[in-house]
């Protein structure tokens, strides 16, 4: 079952492009994610499931 206000919300292009270019081995360093967080912040609602897709594994709160 969906509901019908149920939609994907896609990272802008500069922002991908810096999810798509962190490197998966070595030290994650947070500062290349603070901008994507920002982006979730700022589009995000109470209640909202993100669906994200890469090598790490990223637990935030």
Do not use: C, H
């Not at 939609?7 to 360093?29: A, K, M």
Request: aromatic share 12%; glycine share 6%; net charge negative.
């Amino acid at each position: 079952m969906t509901d019908d206000n149920s939609s994907f919300l896609y990272l802008p292009p500069d922002l991908q492009e810096i999810w798509s270019n962190i490197p998966p081995e070595g030290e994650l360093n947070a500062k290349w994610l603070e901008p994507i967080k920002d982006w979730i912040g700022r589009n995000a609602n109470q209640g909202d499931l993100l669906l994200i897709q890469g090598e790490y594994v990223l637990f935030a709160r």
